[in-house]
């Protein structure tokens, strides 16, 4: 059973402050995502990753591709109450089948 | 343009009972994905369906099917519902599948079992 592990799985942080969440896999993806998801919503995407190193910024956001695909970040600065979410990174991995697994997930809450 | 549908969004079932979800995929999507969500375990993988046909299948007990129309619309459904059943079950569509390509998600359906 392929295992993508997310760290921490709860963050609670004040506002204004940095965060960085991590997403660990033994097995090599082909693709990553990190999606946010809100209470009572779908995730939402948020990027993807192809390139092994690959760093992409979303505003506030960067996302940072593992150089053997095998992980990722997410990195925020100055985080804002509105970041609060469930985060969730998402993978296809290199060999099997084509559908996307799921990381376990951080549940972060911004406090004002 | 209208996002992904799910109906109903709410449900409450009782043990031994059946149920079928129903996702309706962004337009010109082909490809539907359902999960299931629940505190314990995440976000798992149940199936994908492409273009009518089942793709894709993750490691759940035969109860759990699904069927896809023409129209890219997608059901699914339970049987001999557990309690163990409960949980939020959400609808991804994508153009054309995982590989690399973008899912967008419904709100999902709450399921309750009792």
């Known amino acids: 059973t392929q295992l993508l592990e997310q760290s921490p799985q709860f963050l609670s942080i004040q506002e204004g402050e940095n965060l960085t969440v991590y997403c660990n896999s033994s097995?090599?993806?082909?693709?990553l995502q990190w999606y946010r998801q809100e209470p009572g919503e779908g995730p939402v995407l948020l990027v993807t990753?192809?390139?092994?190193?690959e760093v992409k910024k979303l505003k506030r956001l960067t996302f940072q591709f593992g150089d053997a695909r095998k992980d990722s970040s997410l990195h925020i600065t100055a985080a804002q109450t509105g970041d609060t979410g469930l985060y969730l990174c998402?993978?296809?991995?290199?060999?099997?089948?084509?559908?996307?697994?799921f990381g376990t997930g951080t549940r972060l809450t911004v406090i004002p | 343009k209208a996002g992904v549908t799910q109906t109903p969004r709410y449900l409450i079932k009782t043990r031994g009972q059946q149920v079928t979800l129903s996702c309706s995929p962004i337009?010109?999507?082909?490809?539907v994905s359902w999960y299931q969500q629940t505190p314990g375990q995440g976000l798992q993988f149940l199936f994908e369906?492409?273009?009518?046909?089942?793709?894709n299948k993750g490691n759940f007990p035969g109860r759990f099917s699904g069927r896809q129309f023409s129209n890219s619309r997608s059901e699914m459904n339970v049987s001999t519902l557990e309690l163990g059943d409960s949980a939020l079950y959400l609808c991804?569509?994508?153009?054309?599948?995982?590989?690399?390509?973008?899912?967008?998600f419904g709100q999902g359906t709450r399921l309750t079992v009792v």
């Open positions: 991804a569509s994508s153009l054309e599948g995982y590989l690399g390509g973008e899912a967008f």
């Open positions: 369906y492409f273009s009518e046909t089942q793709r």
């Open positions: 337009s010109g999507h082909r490809s």
């Open positions: 998402a993978g296809v991995y290199q060999t099997g089948a084509n559908n996307l697994f």
């Open positions: 990753v192809v390139t092994g190193g």
């Open positions: 097995s090599v993806f082909s693709s």
